[in-house]
């Protein structure tokens, strides 16, 4: 067995045991918020069963130096594993749950796997290096100009702990706009152009281009900001850094997937201490519930409302479970199996799982001359989205177009394949 696999599976052991600890003491510290109270204790060897299904992928799925290895891994942490083991503490299903769970670790397995086979190949193209640049600071000052007509920048922002008020407002000042582009742009703006700037940031930094290197920096920061302003969405206020501090610790070491994994479990680790010495806090009581436990939640309520074996789905899926599970108006989201439930049940699944495998199709061959460091970063939004929101969605709102797109016009235009780790960049 290689290190990257057993550290892989010694992580998702450490994963298994974690979200079962969290779900017990998240539970209780929400007990009374309706959506919460909903938590069935499993007996040890029966809950022990659950834990086994969600931590068989961890022996089989790809640890190979590529984009898509990083989707598959923090798509299966975030909502695989997720889903597994919540879904039976949180719905009264009996032998139904054990068909589910098993479908969803099989299911995910064999998927992934159909990638060591199967490649894709992009046509090259001549890009100008200047151009690239120049559309890539257009595109980004651009959707700051578009963003701040319709909602203005303001220092005077929402507290990241309070934040659902203003998107409320948000929500409202939407409705009353007759621009049906502006709001797919505000999420664009966070979730796609910003890390897109970060990533411009790093490739004139290493080429000591610091003006350039500067100049999209700064647009990454704005970036973001205004997708904070004017949504409040918690997520995007970060996204940026944290892909900035993922590129970075990448490059330590000779095998940057191995370091993505060793980053992983170190904060897994993380959450485990916490979650031991200080149960209440808010990095895991909020940020570990949000990021791990949430998606699971979702899909244990999407499976609970959804028929498994029905084709007709349930449309407007995601308000409906705000509304009848948490007894709010809203949107509950869920990837990638409970989106799937939502279309068409377990044919919607299939669909899900299908478009995945070609979105990793189209990831691996776009960044195929792009070092991991820097496309595996990029991905990171995309691919905690896929835990989180529709699969299409993910594709078009979320912006892993523009990903697939940007990373492939970067290859063309900055790196050959004999000089992937030693770009040179003339302007």
């Not at 007894?327 to 509950?332: F, M, T, Y």
Request: proline share 3%; hydrophobic share 55%.
């Amino acid at each position: 067995m290689s290190v990257n696999r057993a550290l892989c599976i010694f992580m998702s052991i450490m994963h298994s045991v974690l979200l079962v600890d969290a779900m017990y003491l998240v539970s209780d510290y929400f007990s009374n918020v309706q959506g919460y109270e909903k938590f069935y204790s499993l007996p040890f060897f029966e809950m022990l069963g659950y834990m086994l299904i969600a931590v068989f992928p961890s022996f089989f799925l790809p640890i190979k130096r590529s984009v898509s290895s990083v989707v598959i891994w923090v798509v299966y942490l975030s909502h695989v594993m997720s889903g597994i083991i919540v879904v039976p503490l949180v719905v009264d299903g009996g032998g139904g749950i054990v068909l589910f769970a098993s479908f969803i670790a099989l299911s995910y397995t064999a998927i992934c796997l159909c990638l060591n086979g199967l490649s894709l190949k992009i046509s090259n193209i001549r890009v100008s290096k200047k151009l690239f640049v120049a559309v890539s600071f257009f595109i980004s000052l651009s959707t700051i100009v578009y963003v701040d007509f319709y909602f203005p920048l303001s220092l005077n922002v929402s507290s990241i702990y309070d934040v659902y008020s203003h998107r409320s407002e948000y929500k409202g000042a939407l409705s009353g706009i007759n621009d049906p582009f502006i709001g797919y742009v505000v999420i664009l703006s966070g979730y796609s152009f910003a890390p897109i700037s970060s990533l411009l940031f790093l490739v004139f930094l290493k080429n000591k281009k610091h003006i350039l290197s500067t100049m999209f920096l700064t647009l990454a920061i704005i970036l973001s900001w205004a997708s904070y302003s004017a949504a409040a969405f918690k997520s995007v206020a970060f996204v940026f850094i944290i892909v900035l501090m993922l590129s970075v610790f990448m490059q330590f070491g000779n095998d940057p997937f191995r370091t993505f994994i060793l980053i992983l479990l170190f904060m897994i680790v993380i959450f485990q201490l916490f979650g031991f010495f200080f149960d209440d806090s808010i990095i895991f009581v909020h940020w570990f519930r949000r990021a791990f436990l949430s998606p699971g939640r979702n899909l244990s309520f999407f499976y609970d409302y959804i028929d498994f074996w029905s084709l007709d789905g349930l449309r407007g899926a995601p308000a409906i479970i705000s509304q009848v599970y948490y007894g709010a108006v809203g949107s509950a989201n869920s990837g990638l199996y409970g989106n799937g439930l939502a279309v068409a049940g377990i044919v919607g699944i299939f669909r899900n799982i299908l478009l995945f495998f070609v979105y990793l199709l189209f990831l691996d061959s776009a960044s195929k001359r792009i070092p991991l460091h820097l496309s595996g970063s990029l991905v990171l939004p995309q691919a905690y989205a896929l835990a989180n929101s529709g699969t299409l969605t993910v594709f078009f709102t979320y912006g892993l177009a523009f990903s697939i797109i940007f990373l492939w016009l970067l290859g063309e235009a900055f790196y050959s394949k004999n000089t992937c780790l030693n770009m040179q960049v003339h302007l």
